[in-house]
Nanobody, 112 residues
């Protein structure tokens, strides 16, 4: 069955960095676009970043452009989200998405 397992979340101070990972299994990872979404308390879920199957093309939410980088390693069936210059408003549960399936999410909290 399809599994998407996120890791790497945690508590970080404003201006800090975190790297999230999503390990995928149960489908042909190298043929699938991958996305990261986030949902803050009381807010709708929003697309943070997306990467095509080959990794050639990416797109980002305006709120994270220039600070976040999505990448993938098709040999490891893993997609990453490098998050720099984190702000309190980046606090949310971050989830991996592919082919109509969701991971369980990982909490990112940005606070001093």
């Amino acid at each position: 069955q399809v599994q998407l397992v996120e890791s790497g979340g945690g508590l970080v101070q404003p201006g800090g960095s975190l790297t999230l990972s999503c390990a995928a299994s149960g489908f042909t990872f190298s043929s699938s676009a991958m996305s990261w979404y986030r949902q803050a308390p009381g807010k709708a879920r929003e697309l943070v970043a997306r990467i095509t199957s080959t990794g050639v093309a990416t797109n980002y939410a305006d709120s994270v452009k220039g600070r976040f980088t999505i990448s993938r390693d098709n040999a490891k069936n893993t997609v990453y989200l490098q998050m720099n210059s984190l702000k309190p408003e980046d606090t949310a549960v971050y989830s991996c998405y592919a082919n109509l399936f969701w991971g369980q999410g990982t909490q990112v909290t940005v606070s001093s």
